[in-house]
Structure formats: C-alpha cells, structure tokens
C-alpha cells in the first residue's frame, strides 16, 4: 500500500513518528507505529521553531493528531468475546494529577493531595493486552470505577480478575490479597501486578500522564487514550528491533 508523506508528532516527552496511509489508518503492521527517545521535553515553542510553524498551527496538528490517535482505541483496546476468553486479567489504579481543575472535593485525589483522575486499567495476565481503560474523577474510588466500567459484566462466569490491595476483595469475580492464600499464589500474584506496573510506568513515560495534566480536563480522555493505543503498539510488536513486549508471568 503506498503512503503519502511522513508525518511527524511531538507529544509529551517522545518524538512520535508514524506513516499515514491512504486509508488514515495503520495496517495489521505494529512497526509502523514506533518512538524513539530523541527530542526529550520539548516545549511547544521548541516544536514550533523546529517546524517552522506559528505555535498556534503547532497545537491544532499536534491535538489533531492526538484525536485521530484516540479514535484506534475502540479497535486496539477492547475485552475478548466471553467464547475466546483464554485468561485471567488484572486490575490497577493510577492516579495523574490535574493542574487547572478548581477545588472541587469530587476531583480531590488523596493520593496526591490535589486534584486528579482515576483511571483503571484491565490487563490480560497471559498476553500483551490492555482490555480496558476507565476514567472517572479523582474522588471516585476504585469500587466506584468497577461499577462504572461494567467490569463484572464483561468477565465470564466463572473467570476472575486479579485485582490490587485498592479494590475490595469481598465483589464477586474479583480476587485480591489473601492471607490464606499459599505461598505459591501470593508470588504469582506478585508477578501479575509487577508486570501491569511495567505496562503504567510506560504510559507515564509521556510527560503529558507522567506530570502534572495542565489542559482542560475534557482533553485528558484524548491524551490518555492515545497514549495507551501507542503502548499497546509496543508491546504487541515481537520484533527485536522496534517493538518492546511485556515480560511473561
């Protein structure tokens, strides 16, 4: 399939660079989606001068480009069909902070003692998978992200979620820590929730989640959604030279 020119996407702390087809959509080919490490925190004012570009017309590229990124999540971020599920999957929180919002108790994150999001984040146990990404206000706890998400509906019967020491242990399909549970257990419990903390501090690798969040909050679904479509990229590309998988468990 021919392409038109490259286009380049600075965003956060990578250079993102991508083809764009025809079809203004990527192929079954992951490498067409890559990052490098190059151009580290540059302002939109460094973007602009190096593309010889009024400021102005370098922030509508880069959120247009943003946006179009976030649309792939309905296709690259989804739970199985309940006939192919083959696993278990795991639930984290991360919590970025927001610098705009005003003080309002019901974005409050005690976390980071200032406002913020909470974003839950499913993950497949056994393959490089994010399933689901949920974004509620920073006062929503984590039970209050399992019922908005409809997690519970979406598993099988008869399957369970792994979840972190956040979640409560008494909801039905999901499993937590457990003082009964055997030593053998408790270490691949362990090794479940190193593996999402790899797949969290990746997506922190962009300073738009990794600082503070210093655009309207409307926009922080966008940013985050595109972020998570480009790690996904990553860690579904077996190959050596441009994709970077997940560990196994």
């Not at 030593?183 to 903390?197: G, I, P, Q, T, Y």
């Amino acid at each position: 399939m021919a392409s038109i020119p490259i286009k380049r996407l600075l965003f956060g702390k990578r250079s993102l660079t991508m083809s764009i087809l025809e079809k203004k959509k990527p192929t079954s080919s992951p490498s067409l989606w890559h990052s490098t490490s190059s151009d580290v925190n540059d302002t939109e004012d460094v973007r602009a001068t190096r593309f010889r570009e009024d400021k102005r017309a370098m922030r509508a590229h880069t959120w247009s480009w943003i946006q179009k990124i976030s649309n792939l999540k309905a296709s690259k971020i989804k739970f199985p069909a309940p006939d192919s599920w083959n696993g278990t999957t795991f639930i984290c929180s991360v919590e970025p902070r927001h610098a705009t919002l005003k003080k309002d108790p019901t974005w409050f994150s005690h976390k980071h003692d200032c406002a913020g999001h909470n974003v839950q984040v499913v993950m497949s146990v056994w393959e490089s998978k994010c399933y689901d990404i949920t974004i509620s206000k920073g006062g929503t706890n984590d039970k209050g992200n399992v019922i908005k998400s409809g997690l519970l509906d979406k598993i099988p019967a008869g399957k369970r979620a792994i979840v972190d020491g956040g979640y409560p242990g008494d909801m039905a399909k999901l499993s937590g820590y457990n003082q009964f549970d055997s030593d053998e257990l408790k270490k691949f419990k362990a090794r479940v929730k190193s593996r999402h903390e790899t797949f969290n501090a990746r997506l922190k690798m962009f300073n738009v989640l990794g600082q503070r969040f210093i655009h309207d909050k409307e926009q922080f679904p966008l940013c985050l959604e595109a972020v998570a479509v480009l790690v996904q990229y990553s860690i579904e590309d077996v190959d050596p030279e441009s994709g970077n998988p997940l560990s196994d468990v």
